[in-house]
Each structure stands twice: as C-alpha cells, then as structure tokens.
C-alpha cells in the first residue's frame, strides 16, 4: 500500500494553448475541482503570469494538460520551487503524462485525499562559457545535445568527465541525458534506457566518425566538459527548445542540477518496465497504434 501524502489545497491547471480541446478540457478540469471545495486557477503552460505565482508560492501542485513538451516545461518551472505536477495527456505520445484524457475524473478524487506517491527525476544544469566566462546556465529536464547546424559536417567534441580527458567527438552531436531524456533523443539515436529514479548522466555520441560510438552511463555525481570545434555552424539545444548558436572553442558544461522534478504517480512504481513496451508500440510516428489497458 503506497504512503499517504500531502492533500493539496490550491491547484493550477494550465494546458498548452495549441492543442485541440485544450481550452474546454481545461474549463471541465477547473469545475471538476472547484466542486470538491479546492481553489484553483487555470492559464497557459507558457504565460509569463502563471510563473510569476509559481515562483510566489501561491500553488500546491500544477496540473498540466498536453504531451511530453507540455510536462518538460511543466517540470522545470516547478521543480526549483518543489512543486509536483501532475501530467494529462492532451497531445499524442504522452510518455511523461500519468492520466489519459478520459481517466482524470477517476483519479483526481484519489489526488485530493492524498492517495498517490511522487516519483522524483534528476535534472541537469547547463552551463555555456567562453574564454570570457559564463554565458548562461539552463535547467535541463531531458536532455542537453551540443552538434550541427545546418551543414552536414559532422563537428569535432573534446570532451573531458570529472575534468579528465574522454575523447574527441567526431560526430553529428552528442547527447548528455537524464534518465528521463533516456526515452526521447536519445532513445532514438540507439541509446539505453535508464530507469527514472537513477541520478546518472547518459553520454551518447549522434552518427560517429571514427569515434567511441558507444553511449557511457557515468558514475552519480559525474560532470561533462564539452568544447566544440569546427569551422561551420555548430548549436547548443536544450531539452529541444530553440537552439543557441556556439563558437569554435566554446564550452558547455553539464552537471546534476539543484533541483528535482516531481510528477505526481497513481501507478505502482513497477508502471515504468510494465508501460515500456505499450509506450513504443503506441509511438504515432511509427503507425503502430494499439490500444492497451491502464494497469493502476
């Protein structure tokens, strides 16, 4: 029997505004919980406002209606200020998401008496230098890949762990994820998946040349210094967001980050191996959509 935990007694409801229904999902959301005597506010997953009063302390929990992109954005807004969320998927692949659309009236009245455990996932902090010093630094939810731009050469990426040389990178990109991006990018580009609740960074290189081609899981606590060389386009892109251009000799600096994100699970902590195989069949890019029922 999972530990019961805190009742929330303020709730925000935020969805992404492009998707269909977003707005009327969000409406029945709001009254669903104004009618169990819970405040709530409701915005959009990008309104300026809506970080304002996180950042306030003005919410017990964000419930976020959308995809993936939705509970990444969602996840890092929240996490500095230890704020869960809890993810209902409006969008197509949902991997992050804990409700389907059709199931939050069920599992809501389970939210507001406390029956419902918080998974923690390790964030990432990255840091962009040059000789002048620091750049910017971002939180990082998924992953951090430094590679190409627009030209097809590949990039060359020295790239030193604990400060002590690696390799040099001959390659499209390289990845640095958490075990939550371990299902995303770098899933994709033949890489292993980690459980969520490790706190290990995965290092993978994207299409090498005459390089280790093979991804590393570093010890808890490592850190990865990447410096870029190359004499055309190269880009720095976090968790997908729009990407920032680098210079030859640029430096990016990966780290476990301060915080940790926390999603709001009704599933016992088995669902991640139970779900891998269901998630993959359903991916809509690979036209294999099966229906598969929620285990809880």
């Known amino acids: 029997m999972l530990e019961r935990m ?88 949902g991997f992050l998401t804990e409700l389907q659309k059709n199931q939050w009236r069920e599992y809501l009245p389970r939210l507001f008496s406390g029956d419902y455990w918080l998974e923690r996932r390790m964030m990432l902090q990255a840091e962009h230098c040059n000789s002048g010093g620091s750049l910017g630094t971002w939180s990082v939810l998924n992953e951090v890949v430094v590679g190409r731009g627009i030209s097809m ?36 580009a033949g890489g292993p998946i980690l459980p969520p609740e490790l706190r290990n960074i995965l290092l993978l290189p994207v299409a090498p040349h005459l390089s280790l081609e093979r991804a590393i899981v570093l010890a ?40 940790t994100a926390l999603f709001v699970r009704f599933q016992d902590p088995g669902y991640f191996y139970r779900n891998l195989t269901p998630h993959m069949s359903q991916n809509p890019s690979t036209g294999n959509n099966r229906t598969h029922d929620r285990q809880s």
């Open 220 to 259: 808890e606590g490592s850190s990865v210094s990447i410096t870029v060389e190359s004499t055309h386009d190269i880009i720095l892109s976090i968790d997908g967001q729009a990407s920032i251009d680098l210079q030859s000799g640029d430096q990016v600096n990966v780290r476990a980050g301060d915080h």
């Open 6 to 93: 805190p009742v929330f007694k303020r709730v925000a409801v935020a969805a992404h505004p492009k998707l269909p229904d977003a707005a009327a999902e969000t409406a029945r959301v709001n009254s669903f919980v104004e009618a169990h005597g819970i405040r709530v506010v409701s915005g959009l997953i990008f309104d300026e406002d809506l970080q304002a009063r996180i950042e306030a302390g003005e919410f017990d929990i964000l419930v976020a209606l959308g995809g993936d992109g939705t509970m990444l954005r969602a996840g890092r807004m929240c996490a500095p200020w230890r704020i869960p969320v809890l993810g209902i998927n409006l969008g197509r692949f």
């Open 153 to 188: 050469r590949p990039v060359h990426l020295t790239t030193y762990v604990d400060g002590r040389y690696l390799t040099t990178y001959v390659a499209d990109a390289l990845i640095a994820a958490t075990p939550t991006g371990s299902t995303a990018y770098a899933l994709a």
